[in-house]
Nanobody
Framework: QVQLVESGGGLVQAGGSLRLSCAAS????????MGWFRQAPGKGRQSVAT???????DYADSVKGRFTISRDNAKNTVYLQMNSLKPEDTAVYYC??????????????????WGRGTQVTVTS
């Protein structure tokens, strides 16, 4: 059974940093794209950052220059380093992956696996 388990969320002041981790089990994701999505209250779930099997990355415009996605295939884990956090970054952050192999992107429609989410709250 595939499981994605997020950790590292919390409460932080604007300008602060957090590092999210997503540990995968039940499948080795080294040949699958992975990513982070977020959902703010009253809004839809949106892509934040994705990383492909060749480590290509893609970011939402709103987080470019502040967030960095990375992956450690030996640990079957993906990370999201979030710096210069803003109140508008407040959301539940979800780890995601796909059953498709050898892709460099992860659009919402390709997601087959979701974590349960971790809350990130940024206060002003």
């Amino acid at each position: 059974q595939v499981q994605l388990v997020e950790s590292g969320g919390g409460l932080v002041q604007a300008g602060g940093s957090l590092r999210l981790s997503c540990a995968a089990s039940g499948h080795t994701f080294s040949n699958n794209a992975m990513g982070w999505f977020r959902q703010a209250p009253g809004k839809g779930r949106q892509s934040v950052a994705t990383i492909g099997v060749k480590f290509s990355t893609d970011y939402a415009d709103s987080v470019k220059g502040r967030f960095t996605i990375s992956r450690d295939n030996a640990k079957n884990t993906v990370y999201l380093q979030m710096n210069s956090l803003k109140p508008e970054d407040t959301a539940v952050y979800y780890c995601a992956s796909t059953a498709r192999y050898y892709t460099e992107t992860l659009p919402y429609s390709w997601v087959d696996y979701w974590g349960r989410g971790t809350q990130v709250t940024v206060t002003s």
